[in-house]
């Protein structure tokens, strides 16, 4: 009872208030295995080209990310993209036996990303793309060819 009160409360916790792994400990979970890997890679960026999310969700990894950046001085620009279309169902019809429709779920998702961005991230709010990493690839090209014609 008292592991799960404290897997619990670990959840619960805002993600500044990491420690890093131990390898022994029953915190070696892989929540907590993606959160080190994040700090890692942001702290070895061997320079300063930007960060893509493909897929933010909620904001969970982006404000994750921004932290890492915070904590090891890094001025690496973060670009998101997210079209938070879940499914490909009718927006009218409702998540499972649930009483939520697919649109309102997907403003509530997108709101919460906003909401959390301005949050956690405040400081240094990343571009966010509301489109899918297919909408956003020929664009990225495009724009690639143009800087370097
Ligand atoms: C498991 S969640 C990602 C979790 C997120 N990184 C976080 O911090 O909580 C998956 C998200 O990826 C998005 N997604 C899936 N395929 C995508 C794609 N090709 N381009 C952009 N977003 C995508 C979905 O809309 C959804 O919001």
Redesign the pocket.
């Known amino acids: 009872m008292r592991s799960l009160l404290a897997r619990a409360l670990h959840k619960a916790r805002p993600p500044f208030l990491l420690e890093p792994p131990d390898p022994q400990g029953v915190e070696n979970n892989d929540e907590y295995i993606n959160r080190y890997s994040m700090e890692y890679g942001v702290s070895r960026l061997p320079s300063d080209s930007p960060l893509l ?10 404000n994750v990310l921004t932290y890492y950046k915070r904590k090891h001085a890094k001025n690496n620009r973060l670009i998101t ?6 499914e490909r169902k009718h927006p009218a019809d409702c998540l499972g036996n649930s009483i939520i429709s697919h649109s309102e779920y997907r403003r509530f ?1 997108r709101e919460s990303y906003l909401r959390n961005i301005q949050m956690f991230s405040a400081d240094d709010l990343p571009y966010t793309l509301e489109m ?3 909408e956003l690839t020929p664009l990225a090209a495009d724009a690639l060819a143009r800087i370097s014609s």
């Open positions: 999310v493909i897929g933010s969700f909620c904001g969970l990894s982006t993209c997210d079209k938070w279309e879940f998702v899918t990493s297919d």
